[in-house]
T-cell receptor, first 112, second 115 residues
């Protein structure tokens, strides 16, 4: 069985500060891992994904994430937050089951 | 661009009513999904479908059914709506031939309120 845990339902950073959103997964098979973003009143869109190639994955809008098998983590980072990054972020995991399992979501607030 | 269209953005229904949520995608994707989104719970998978007339239960199928008569259309059905089904419902389709690594494309969601 697979599961995803996002640590922190709300994260607040100042504009220009580092963004760190935490995600831990549990999977009995090698996982595929994803980060999606949801802007207000919209559906989700893919930020980046890990599919067993490079462990450091770069995505859109300056975001990146690192797969760490020993820590079962896939944390999302961005060096410098922008006001437009304010959104809800979801980590997700799949692994040859056909299903994509999502975490609880983290709302990112960016303060001016 | 891939487009996933959910026919209703907002619905208000009464307890016991039958509810249909329609989803159409325009990119010939084989895999389609229905999730519900609730604050603090993230997205939970209700049902998914690998192809026409195929369906698989997700993690919370109770109280729901689905229909996939055509490849582009995946419908979610609440046979007898209850107040605990008040939620945001999200439909998604997945790129073909990429197994579980494919990107999901989401509709904008249908917010259902059951009174």
């Amino acid at each position: 069985a697979q599961s995803v845990t996002q640590l922190g339902s709300h994260v607040s950073v100042s504009e220009g500060a580092l963004v760190l959103l935490r995600c831990n997964y549990s999977s009995s098979v090698p996982p595929y891992l994803f980060w999606y973003v949801q802007y207000p009143n919209q559906g989700l869109q893919l930020l980046l994904k890990y599919t067993s190639a490079a462990t450091l994955v770069k995505g859109i809008n300056g975001f990146e994430a690192e797969f760490k098998k020993s820590e079962t983590s896939f944390h999302l980072t961005k060096p410098s937050a922008h006001m437009s990054d304010a959104a809800e972020y979801f980590c997700a995991c799949s692994g040859n089951t056909g299903k994509l399992i999502f975490g609880q979501g983290t709302t990112l607030q960016v303060k001016p | 661009d891939v487009k996933v269209t959910q026919s209703s953005r907002y619905l208000v229904k009464r307890t016991g009513e039958k509810v249909f949520l329609e989803c159409v995608q325009d990119m010939d994707h084989e895999n389609m999904f229905w999730y519900r989104q609730d604050p603090g719970l993230g997205l939970r998978l209700i049902y998914f479908s690998y192809d026409v007339k195929m369906k698989e239960k997700g993690d919370i199928p109770e109280g729901y059914s689905v229909s996939r008569e055509k490849k582009e259309r995946f419908s979610l059905i609440l046979e007898s709506a209850s107040t605990n089904q008040t939620s945001m419902y999200l439909c998604a389709s997945r790129e073909p031939d990429r197994g579980d690594t494919g990107e999901l494309f989401f509709g904008e969601g249908s917010r259902l309120t059951v009174l």
